[in-house]
DNA sequence: AATTATTTTTAGATTTGACTAAAATTAATA
DNA sequence: TATTAATTTTAGTCAAATCTAAAAATAATT
């Protein structure tokens, strides 16, 4: 049994070692849960001695079969809790996250089970990240973030890379959320920002940055 | 901003504190929580230096006005979450309370704020008990032992002073629930035992032990 | 290849929460 | 009231999770 602080570790380097493809690195980590390099040295040991983590000083983790399971059901949890709580209790896309962290370490098989009957089990969060199943098991729509389309092509939203309330905000502003039908309707060479259409109804400037974190589906 | 073992401490003392109207004993505390007296007189010096306890030596604790505030949210958050548990997620009102134990500790004024709503304000929780508002204002209904009603007297239950699963269940198995109207048929003085109908229909033998643990109103 | 810079690990401390064993205090009883 | 019994507190450990500072290993650069 993990405990909460180790749940949240291997939840993170799972997704940095899905990122990268490769071993990942300790300043990576302590990066990531704004943590130091020592905390995150002894968190790693301990991790390794439970098997869900392999590792070799100085070359780095790498995320064991069993920790990929224990990692996928954290972020089970997760998403089924963001996703009751925009669904159900009214919370916006941006304001889900932080409460998410703390339910996804409930320790209740029975709870999960009939939160995700209750949800209608859903396969995507608010976010458009998938939902795996009980056995860890998950599809994910085929997607291209948006910056890659031309002038004239046209997607709909299926996640957003950036899941900070400020990004989330700034979308929730100009009308774009999960399910919207996008436009581009011109490019900028210069500085990669882009025209956009949004629902076929007004247009909008959003910079390179914003292009490149709007995933698309056809 | 008190930690998760600080909140389950106040709790209990709460508890305690409202059933004996007096101080508190350590080893009162140490019983309830299945803990050591060393380690709660650690914990109580800790609770009175952030003021929710007020200690001496040899002496027991009371709980402050501050730590009444506190202990009633932590109450009000375990039996909204316990109402959620059996409405909407189907659990039986057996299977909650330890679910209910990890959910009273998230921390998110929001969460309650729209789990209340969701709920639709509830005052009662699934055992009967009442849920403090967001000021810890509650009202109980007035109610009486089974066991203090004379033959052919009746009533309708409103709180089990027992929560343990083993006594729950057999509620259930013989037809008593929150709500249900009783009458008592016969009483047997040497045992204190009753003959009780319930909801107009079959009528079940008691012991004093369960009479002594439903509690009715007119 | 040797030196410098960066990354990672170790060593030693700290905090929270819990424990055991012994000492101190209060309560009970002969 | 003196002694015994029970309760409570203190003192000293321990484990989890964190930190700083210093040492060790790896990577980068002249």
Known sequence: MLSFAEENYLKAIYHLAEQSGQSVSTNAIADELNTKAAS???MIKRLSSKGV????KYRGVYVSEAGKI???QVIRKHRLWETFLVAKLKFNW????EVAEQLEHIKSPLLIKRLDEFLGHPKFDPHGDPIPDENGEYKEKPKTPLFELQIEQSGIVVTVQDD?????????KIGIYIGAKIKVVDKVEFDGSMEIQIDGRKTNFI?????ENIWLTE
């Open 40 to 42: 995150v040295t002894d």
């Open 53 to 56: 983590l392999s590792y070799q």
């Open 70 to 72: 224990a990692a996928l």
């Open 94 to 97: 941006d304001e889900v996250h």
């Open 164 to 172: 900070s309330p400020a990004f989330l905000q700034y979308l929730d």
């Open 207 to 211: 910079s390179k940055q914003v292009s």
